[in-house]
């Protein structure tokens, strides 16, 4: 009798669960109206959607490719990323009237760079999730994005044309304080008062920041204290700005989780400071085209272990190639190029790094040993040298 009883329930939950699986897949009525709605309102090219063209009757809406569903058939996520929509969107479409929508990616769209991001956004409170990065939204960003109180990712990078004037930095981030990541790469920020204390409004509303990108903004230095207080942050790119008066030796040792480190093009003078060996978290560091010079000392990058990419071309560096860097497991890309490194090693150093796939020495004083060299290698691994000398 208990074997057929224990027999029994599970037949039972069995059944449970397949029930349960079927429910969540089942199309809400008029979920599925809005969704209908939605691509007529929407303007796309069927030749290079994967999405929307197959939105059809014949199945489940939950099914169908880029929606999905909660435990109760309301539409939660619409992952809309590269189909070719363009042609702006309304305040009035139905795109904003799923009320418990937490996640929307329109990335990677043609819409006109002069249609705003419209400001009907501000309806979907629910929202954690908001990628608009290259969407070809132009203009200024609407102040309806400071209302998505539970946003824990926000992402309008890459909008060339996109700005924040009114809005502000300030206003547009002031209830954002749950935010994570926050990427807001090539969004012309207008006020030059913002431009000088970013880093005092970023650290001062958004203390628990992870990801931090915010690239060609027009920003400057010098950075403030309170900055370096975001010790969650393991993300910072900062690419194309002007921060002549901020040191590394005042920045890096700050963020103990940095797992990449991006300030390409910032006009930064001065060393590597010895202290970056602490940050062991690191996986790519790009530090190309500024103005830092000095050594870089043998053992300075013995600690990152997981260092997969390392760009400080075009700088003033001299001295020796540090031993170190021929003892990183998983060092992919390594540049070195347009420098001042002098100074002789063996080129068969590099072999000991088993997934190198590309270095670069061109423009230094070196000479490079290639006796040893394996051509498998070679193959394997491009080698620009320039002018260094090879024996």
Known sequence: MLSNFLFFICILTSSFIFTAHSYNNKCLLHQEILLLQLKDELIFKPYRSTKLVRWKESVECCLWPGVECDASSYVVSLQLDGE???????????????????????????????????????????????????SGFGGQVPFEISFLKRLVILDISNGYTLRLEHPNLEMLVQNLTELRKLYLDYVYISSLHERKNWGHIISSRLPNLTSLSMSNCNLCGPFPKSFRQLHSLSVLQLDYNDFSGVSLHDLVPKFPSLTTLTLSRCKMKGSIPSSIANLTKLIRVDLFFNFLTG???????????????????????????PQSLFALPSLLELDLSYNHFNGTFQLDNFQSLPNLTLLSLSWNSLSVYTDNINSEYIWRSPIKCGNSEFM
């Open 84 to 134: 070719a929509i363009s042609g702006g969107i309304g305040n009035s479409s139905s795109l904003f009237k799923f009320k418990y929508l937490q996640k929307l990616n329109l990335a990677y769209n043609d819409i006109s760079l002069t249609l705003p991001i419209p400001k009907g956004i501000g309806n979907l409170t629910y929202l954690t999730h908001l990628n608009l990065s290259e």
């Open 295 to 321: 050594s870089l000392p043998s053992t300075l990058f013995e600690s990152f272990s997981d260092l997969v990419h390392l760009d400080l071309r075009h700088n003033s560096f001299f001295g020796n190639v």
